[in-house]
């Protein structure tokens, strides 16, 4: 069978993959979109969208139990895990069933199968029927990535846990260990908790959540350990004795080795990119620890292949694997888009309190030798945080000393992962100090915690 031609192949549909493709088909290019699992990918299945519903359910448990401080009266309070989850699948479904249509609207041929890169623009794809065989003159490589295994701390489904059995657990955990405080870790420590788990997290790092700036991380440790959460920093789980129904992990901690039973455990240690067996390294494409090297826009050296998202350099993240598919797909199609700038992309955790951030931390400004000026905001010090009845909080805005220039934002607590994209804009427009202080933020809102931060860098703020 002859193979089939299209001016762009996309290998993966996941948020890099299925934007670039209906990018692509915008601009005019005949696009196919191969993917062998789900459309949507991770993001979309088994990630952004049902752990945010899981989280949202939590939330709303949380706060039944507050009715009181509400003038309100809940009684009888309890929860359904089955019914969570139920309702997590279904937000994800119905999300998954949505990029299928878009990806119609925009006439991109979908094929769902395992693709492989058979040479220079062609692409032989396994499906269900046998071997297809199709031929682009432009390759986007958008294949994500996995949960990253530890030797001994391997998931079984069954007392050991990545973050896919977490989304489809089996029972509620009493006692659980959560390895790993990044994101994804520290998501699912919170739910469970919330939810009336006994949650320890473990850190090799010095500090929980270590991407983020040092006094967010710790105020955000305070708000865990008032929950009833343990952190274990600077930790190390050496190994787990799986004993059904119990595993015993040996920690590792200050030199000794401490030996703690537990119901339940998630690994939750980073992610390796799924860049094997796709015939990179014969195309002469180079693979750095399971990440494909990139250059700014994507590009591999070799002649037409781009490779987005989970796949190569971070921050892994889903909204930059998208915007990394709009530029390819402009890019392809003779335009001049911007590189996409790692530290204009905002991080967003949505545990409780919910942390976000954006551009440089305290310390990485310093660590340059930039001259700063920091400014912080209380929540306690903002009416409509006072309101929600959510006074514990902080936002922290670090500038260039000379220039004006908005390094970095971080934030902790409620509705900043909303809060954050001011910020973005801000220095996306290359905004000053200046212009952040003669905007004028309505009232009242969690929005003038950002304006109060600013003035504070500068010894202005009003209400603090």
């Keep these: 069978m002859a193979a089939k031609s299209f001016d762009v192949v996309v290998i993966g549909a996941g948020p890099g993959g299925y934007v670039a493709a209906i ?12 993917e ?11 990630g952004c969208i049902p752990t945010k519903a899981m989280l949202r359910s939590a939330e709303v448990f949380h706060l039944m139990h507050r009715a009181k401080e509400f003038g309100l009266s809940a009684t009888g309070i309890g929860y359904d895990l089955d019914a969570v989850v139920k309702r997590s699948r279904g937000v994800a479904g119905q999300l998954s069933g949505g990029v299928a249509h878009l990806l119609k609207k925009n006439k991109v041929t979908v094929i769902m199968g395992a ?17 297809e ?4 003159k432009n390759i986007i490589l958008a294949t994500g990535a996995r949960a990253r295994e530890l030797p001994g701390l391997e998931a079984d489904g069954d007392l050991v846990w990545t973050y896919k059995h977490a989304l489809t657990p089996k029972r509620m955990p009493k006692k659980l260990l959560v ?3 990044g994101a994804i870790g520290i998501e699912f420590a919170s739910f469970f908790n919330t939810l009336g788990a006994d949650v320890t997290v473990v850190e090799v790092q010095d500090r929980i959540l270590p991407v983020e700036d040092a ?14 959460m343990t952190i274990m920093e600077k930790a190390m789980v050496k190994k787990l004795d799986r004993k059904a129904p119990k595993v015993t992990a040996h920690i590792e901690r200050g030199g000794k080795v401490e030996q703690h039973e537990f119901d339940t455990v998630i690994s939750a240690v980073g992610i390796v990119a799924n860049t094997e067996n796709l015939g990179l390294e014969e195309l002469g494409a180079k693979i750095d620890r399971s990440f494909v090297v990139t250059d700014a826009y994507c590009r591999t050296g070799v002649e037409g292949l781009y490779v987005i998202g989970d796949a190569t350099n971070g921050p892994w993240l889903a909204h930059k694997a998208s915007h990394e598919g709009v530029m390819v797909a402009e890019l392809i199609a003779g335009g001049h888009p911007h590189a996409v700038d790692p530290d204009s992309i905002a991080g967003c955790t949505y545990c409780h309190p919910q942390i976000a951030s954006v551009g440089l931390t305290e310390a990485q400004a310093k660590e340059k030798g930039l001259d700063i000026k920091v400014g912080r905001f209380p929540f306690m010090g903002n009416g409509k945080a006072i309101a929600l009845g959510e006074p514990e909080g902080l936002i922290k805005t670090v500038f260039d000393a000379k220039t004006g220039e908005l390094l970095g934002a971080h934030m902790v607590g409620a509705e900043v992962t909303e809060l954050i994209q001011g910020y973005v804009v801000g220095r996306q427009l290359e905004t000053t100090e200046e212009d952040l202080m003669a905007t004028v933020f309505p009232h009242p809102t969690l929005s003038e915690m950002m304006h109060e931060s600013v003035l504070d860098a500068y010894g202005r703020a009003i209400h603090f």
């Design 23 to 34: 990018r692509a088909a915008q601009l005019g290019k005949s696009v196919a979109v191969v």
């Design 36 to 46: 062998r699992e789900h459309l949507g990918g991770i993001c979309l299945n088994w």
């Design 115 to 131: 693709a492989k890169l058979a040479g220079k623009g062609r692409v032989a794809v396994t499906t269900d029927k046998g071997t």
């Design 133 to 136: 065989d199709l031929t682009g």
């Design 179 to 181: 390895i790993g405080s």
């Design 215 to 228: 006094e967010i991380s710790a105020f955000a440790k305070k708000q865990f350990i008032k929950q009833g």
